[in-house]
């Protein structure tokens, strides 16, 4: 049985609560706000999880993430005047600066276990123009495990500890891109995710959204198929 909440409705109360409070509102929450019943919020949770649109803990109604928001602890914290979040991951953390449309700085480390490595969003612009974002998952294979693919999106500041980093960790190496790359992808990316009409890009929308970035490595490849991405 599907919900009868629109899914890009519950989406877009979700990313707004998250947003305004740094943690995700519970089933509670959500009845109040959208006026119905828990046993529909629950069915437009699952329903939006089967889209792709946000990972609960299994067995539960509860929100582990909704991208580009994490709601357990990760490497990368998002600071702002007005709040702070978790991302899920280099991409992420750049996508919520881009959604929330204020300056932020981004505290995180390189490789997940190095140095301490912080990102500042000055007007538009990020202040490191010199680290690297490593993108190891293949795009067709991102949500087999989604909070896996998420992990392993890292700052770098050189390809070396790139390289070494995926032989310390049995990770291939994947596409590697200056940070001013992966700021241009997440504005593009997630600069929807803030709409009450949002819905997942197409496949066709997400190819040209890579091709538009100049992103020819394998890792952004992407079938000839129909559905969402």
């Given at each position: 049985m599907s919900s009868h909440i629109p899914l890009s409705k519950l989406h877009y109360e979700i990313i707004e609560?998250?947003?305004?409070n740094g943690f995700a509102p519970?089933?509670?929450?959500l009845c109040e706000i959208l006026k119905t019943d828990a046993e529909s919020i629950a069915r437009g949770l699952d329903d939006l999880q089967d889209y792709h649109g946000v990972v609960l803990h299994p067995g539960s109604p509860a929100v582990w993430a909704i991208h580009p928001f994490s709601l357990s602890p990760t490497n990368f914290l998002?600071?702002?005047a007005k709040g702070q979040w978790w991302g899920?991951?280099?991409?992420?953390?750049?996508?919520?600066?881009?959604i929330v449309e204020e300056d932020v700085e981004i505290v995180t480390s390189s490789g997940a276990h190095g140095e301490t490595v912080t990102v500042k969003i000055i007007d538009g612009l990020p202040d490191n123009d010199n680290l690297l974002v490593h993108f190891p998952i293949p795009m067709t294979r991102a949500w087999d495990n989604v909070i896996y693919t998420c992990s392993t999106m890292l700052v770098f500041k050189?390809?070396?500890?790139?390289k070494d980093w995926c032989i310390a960790h049995n990770i291939s190496v994947g596409d590697i891109q200056p940070i001013g790359k992966a700021w241009d992808l997440a504005k593009k990316w997630y600069g929807n995710h803030r709409n009450p009409n949002w819905q997942k890009w197409s496949v066709a929308e997400a190819r040209a959204i890579f091709?538009?970035?100049d992103l020819t490595h394998p890792v952004w490849q992407l079938p000839e198929s129909e559905g969402r991405f």
């Amino acid at each position: 049985m599907s919900s009868h909440i629109p899914l890009s409705k519950l989406h877009y109360e979700i990313i707004e609560y998250i947003i305004a409070n740094g943690f995700a509102p519970d089933v509670e929450n959500l009845c109040e706000i959208l006026k119905t019943d828990a046993e529909s919020i629950a069915r437009g949770l699952d329903d939006l999880q089967d889209y792709h649109g946000v990972v609960l803990h299994p067995g539960s109604p509860a929100v582990w993430a909704i991208h580009p928001f994490s709601l357990s602890p990760t490497n990368f914290l998002v600071k702002s005047a007005k709040g702070q979040w978790w991302g899920s991951c280099a991409w992420c953390s750049l996508g919520i600066a881009a959604i929330v449309e204020e300056d932020v700085e981004i505290v995180t480390s390189s490789g997940a276990h190095g140095e301490t490595v912080t990102v500042k969003i000055i007007d538009g612009l990020p202040d490191n123009d010199n680290l690297l974002v490593h993108f190891p998952i293949p795009m067709t294979r991102a949500w087999d495990n989604v909070i896996y693919t998420c992990s392993t999106m890292l700052v770098f500041k050189t390809e070396k500890e790139i390289k070494d980093w995926c032989i310390a960790h049995n990770i291939s190496v994947g596409d590697i891109q200056p940070i001013g790359k992966a700021w241009d992808l997440a504005k593009k990316w997630y600069g929807n995710h803030r709409n009450p009409n949002w819905q997942k890009w197409s496949v066709a929308e997400a190819r040209a959204i890579f091709n538009s970035l100049d992103l020819t490595h394998p890792v952004w490849q992407l079938p000839e198929s129909e559905g969402r991405f």
